[in-house]
């Protein structure tokens, strides 16, 4: 079984949300972690190499022989902005990671692990998502992250990397200052005594999972040497007046929602089957209630002072 105790992992995106969380368990495993992003770094026990990805320049530096697994989250994010710029999403989702896993391939890299999103399977009205269901993405973000699925199967295929695709769901926890998601903006809106929008009649489903359970599953995946796709969310959907009331629950503040016209493509369900996770031993360890609540303190006054 593959150590991640004493491995040499490149963390790609490794200051972002995400990013963080991973480096901090990974360093609590003793791992030897250098991170590539755009920004350094904030701990000093991590390697940082600063630059783009979709420079090969970068690439070169970040990509060194010897390291045991190269875990990639560095990405654009944002389905919005794929949307405007579906062009420059391409470059960085499927050009970088096609760059990534050659460099990996030509340097005996042997773990590749990629964080995709359960948008590649697109619209399936309520059906219940598994990673047996065919990939139609319906943005360029999903396309770009079904792209990167793609290229990695065949480094599976072709030269024997174990590669794995983590589907992520939404995700939320301690360190989403910076994001524009759902829960961020609740949580702003209840620090600054405001409401939220809310399209149309909020009964849509998602899954919210928190980011230590996406840490667990990553650090599962590569200690079980999975390969292939892999679901990872709560297992339990959520309307989003469930998700506001949690946090109203946590923060105590009353939130008030405006209703506005939904938007056009918005899935109406997110349900996931994270069955093969589970097989593999994935257990999320927060509900949406335990979960927001260590959401909540970067966002009250007194941690912004
Ligand atoms: N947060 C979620 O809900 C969610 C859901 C599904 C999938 N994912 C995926 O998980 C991964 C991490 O997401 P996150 O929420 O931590 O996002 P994030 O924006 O907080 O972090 C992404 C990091 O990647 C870096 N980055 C972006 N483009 C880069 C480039 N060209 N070169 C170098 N670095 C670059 C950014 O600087 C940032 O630090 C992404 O691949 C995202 O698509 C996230």
């Known amino acids: 079984m593959p150590e991640v105790g004493g491995a040499r992992v490149l963390v790609t995106g490794g200051a972002g949300f995400i990013?963080?969380?991973?480096v901090a368990a990974l360093l609590a495993e003793k791992a030897e972690v250098t991170v590539?992003?755009?920004?350094?770094h904030p701990d000093p026990g991590v390697v940082s190499v600063v630059g783009d990805l979709r420079d090969p320049g970068v690439r070169e530096r970040a990509v060194t022989a010897g390291l045991d697994a190269v875990v990639h989250l560095a990405a654009v994010t944002s389905v919005l902005r794929s949307v405007e710029d579906p062009a420059g999403t391409y470059q960085t989702n499927v050009e970088a990671t096609a760059g990534l896993l050659e460099l990996a391939r030509e340097r005996g890299v042997p773990r590749f692990l990629l964080a995709s999103t359960n948008a590649v399977t697109g619209d399936v009205g309520g059906v219940r998502i598994s990673e047996s269901l065919a990939l139609r993405p319906l943005t360029p973000y999903g396309a770009t992250k079904a792209a990167g699925e793609m290229l990695l199967s065949a480094y599976s295929g072709?030269?024997?990397?174990?590669?794995?695709?983590?589907?992520?769901?939404?995700v939320y926890g301690p360190g989403m200052l910076h994001k524009d998601?759902?829960?961020p903006r609740l949580m702003r809106a209840a620090a600054e005594g405001r409401g939220v929008q809310v399209y149309g009649d909020g009964a849509q489903l998602r899954d919210y999972v928190h980011v230590d359970d996406v840490v667990q599953a990553i650090l599962l995946a590569w200690r079980e040497d999975h390969d292939?796709?892999?679901?990872?969310?709560?297992?339990?959907?959520?309307?989003?007046h469930d998700l506001i009331d949690a946090a109203r629950t946590v923060t105590g503040a009353p939130i008030p929602v405006e209703h506005v016209p939904a938007k056009q493509g918005e899935m109406p369900a997110v349900v996931l089957d994270i069955s093969a996770a589970k097989a593999l031993g994935y257990q999320p360890r927060h509900d949406l209630t335990s979960g927001m609540a260590t959401v909540w303190p970067d966002f009250t006054p007194s941690a912004a002072e």
């Open 19 to 22: 990013g963080k969380r991973l």
């Open 36 to 40: 590539v992003d755009l920004n350094p």
């Open 158 to 170: 072709v030269y024997g990397m174990r590669t794995s695709a983590l589907r992520f769901a939404n």
């Open 181 to 183: 998601s759902f829960v």
């Open 228 to 240: 292939g796709p892999l679901i990872v969310g709560s297992g339990t959907s959520v309307s989003v």
